[in-house]
């Protein structure tokens, strides 16, 4: 045994001895630790999932693959009650990582569940640019300025639309918008 191994026997003796001790050190530790960089995991978990996206989800794809059917379909049962559970936040979370994706800022989070969640409470909306009502299934949530155009995810540049609506804006700019719409908005923008 060289000295190193030594040590390491010792220290892991020592560990063993005052396994309750050391936890409880570690405990104090990690909330001194916290207190100071209180979003030090958030980032490191976001930084990690930036570096290996390609891997996480070749594991994950990997590890649904290797599933029975069975287990399959209990994890697709799964994920449809947690969905219908909550289909507002469901909701909310794609449009979060679409516009993650497009590179948009975001706006409060819980603002726009809350939003989205009485939306879908009632039974038609109206469509923000024709003024039209929309069953509310069929309706869309349409960014005021589209996130191409550096709009923000956020609960003052969101609006219920229409599908039509929707699809012909696209990403239009406001001014040419308006100028397509029946009745223009008048926008303060
Ligand atoms: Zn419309």
């Known amino acids: 045994m060289d000295a ?20 409880i050190r570690n405990r104090v530790r990690r909330g001194r630790f916290l207190e100071k960089n209180p979003n030090y995991f958030r980032d ?7 570096l290996n996206n390609h891997k996480i989800l070749k594991k994950l794809r990997d590890k649904y ?13 799964k994920a449809k009650t947690y969905y219908l559970k909550d289909k507002a936040g469901a909701f909310a979370r794609v449009a979060k990582r679409r ?3 497009k590179g948009a800022e975001i706006g409060d989070q819980k603002a726009i569940r809350e939003w989205v969640k009485k939306q879908k409470q009632r039974r038609s909306v109206r469509c923000f640019w024709c003024n039209k009502s929309t069953p509310t299934r069929a309706m869309h949530i349409d960014h005021i300025t589209a996130l191409k155009n550096g709009g923000r995810h956020a ?7 229409c599908a039509p609506c929707n699809s012909k804006k696209g990403a239009c700019k406001l ?11 008048l926008l303060i923008v």
């Not at 190193?4 to 936890?23: F, I, L």
């Not at 609960?155 to 639309?161: A, K, R, T, Y």
């Not at 001014?175 to 908005?185: F, K, L, M, V």
């Open 4 to 23: 190193r191994e030594k040590v390491n026997a010792k220290q892991r003796r020592h560990y063993a001895k005052h396994n309750e001790r050391m936890k």
């Open 44 to 50: 490191a978990s976001r930084k990690n999932r930036q």
């Open 65 to 77: 693959a290797a599933l029975s059917d069975d287990e399959k379909k209990a994890l697709r049962e």
């Open 99 to 101: 516009a993650l994706k």
């Open 155 to 161: 609960l003052e540049n969101l609006c219920v639309s």
């Open 175 to 185: 001014s040419d918008w308006n100028q397509r719409i029946e009745q223009p908005i």
